[in-house]
């Protein structure tokens, strides 16, 4: 079975896009109307703008998932997922890629998504750190032991987790793995706690506008961040599109959960390779490729 897989935060590049734009009328068009709807042009951010523009949260979630999606429409007959999923923001592109949020809302919901985050970013100090060579279950005792709020936010791949919170807690959870044996655990250069509850002001911005937006029935399963079981229910989709903000994604469940549904392929859909390497590193055996 064919499973494509879209990627987050953190891929984006300069020049991102831009030989889409300049070889294909479709995407062209899909990207100017992107410009319009968010009222400037990330098109010349994603093609020419430096890393530090790309960075800020309300154009790196808007321009990764105008990537993917993007890419995912131009590849046309050859498109036909029969599993998706999504890393995080990606989860957004992989709803668009099956068809249960059209275009135009999965782009305005991914710019408000976006400037929620930025929001409750600036309310409390808050950072995430990669954990590297712990067992998760180390990682997730570690994490309840300190004072403030610290969580597991990212099962990326065996021996690779993301941690979130208050930047003390943060801090304070870093030494304490280190001491637990892990190889590294280093805070990353991150505007905040993602996936975790110092989001729970975006998560209720973003509910609102979800709960506005139709969600149609998809032509195919996605693998959601919260459950990291195949959805199809556009209720029960729309519900966990809105938990996500403030759980933990679990990638390394949802790979292993597709695999053990038939995956036989995974066709990473964006900018980067990132995810390639983690199903990679999830399961040795596991066939990827890039769109």
Excluded at 21 to 41: H, P, V
Excluded at 221 to 230: D, G, H, I, L, S
Excluded at 267 to 288: Q, S, W
Aim: hydrophobic share 45%.
């Amino acid at each position: 079975m064919k499973a494509y897989v879209f990627p987050g935060q953190g891929a984006q590049f300069t020049g991102m896009g831009k030989d889409l734009y300049e070889t294909s009328a479709l995407a062209k068009e899909l990207f100017e109307k992107a410009n319009e709807i968010l009222g400037f042009r990330i098109t010349d951010i994603m093609f020419e703008g430096t890393a530090e523009e790309l960075k800020e949260t309300k154009v790196t979630q808007p321009a990764v998932f105008l990537h993917s999606v993007i890419l995912a429409k131009t590849l046309g007959e050859d498109f036909k997922p029969e599993m998706v999923a999504g890393h995080s923001l990606g989860e957004f592109s992989a709803l668009v890629a099956n068809g249960t949020l059209s275009f135009e809302d999965g782009l305005k919901l991914v710019s408000q998504r976006a400037l929620a985050m930025q929001k409750a970013c600036e309310i409390t100090p808050s950072t995430m750190a990669a954990v590297l060579g712990l067992a998760d279950n180390i990682v997730e005792e570690v994490c309840a032991s300190i004072d403030g709020i610290v969580v597991a936010a990212n099962y990326n791949c065996p021996g690779q987790l993301v941690i979130s919170g208050e930047t003390t807690a943060v801090e304070k959870a870093c030494e304490a793995m280190k001491a637990a044996g892990a190889k590294r655990a280093l805070i990353l250069p991150v505007g905040g706690a993602f996936h975790s509850p110092m989001m729970e002001p975006a998560r209720e911005e973003l509910a609102a506008a979800i709960e506005a937006t139709t969600f149609s029935t998809p032509i195919c399963p996605v693998y959601q961040n919260v459950t990291a079981n195949a959805v199809s229910d556009a209720n029960e989709i729309k519900k966990n599109l809105i938990i996500q903000l403030t759980a933990p994604v679990k990638w390394t469940q949802s790979v292993q959960q597709m695999i053990a549904d038939g995956a036989t392929l995974f066709t990473e859909v964006g900018p980067g390779k990132v995810l390639a390497g983690l199903i990679n590193k999830i399961d040795k055996e596991a066939v990827t490729a890039n769109a």
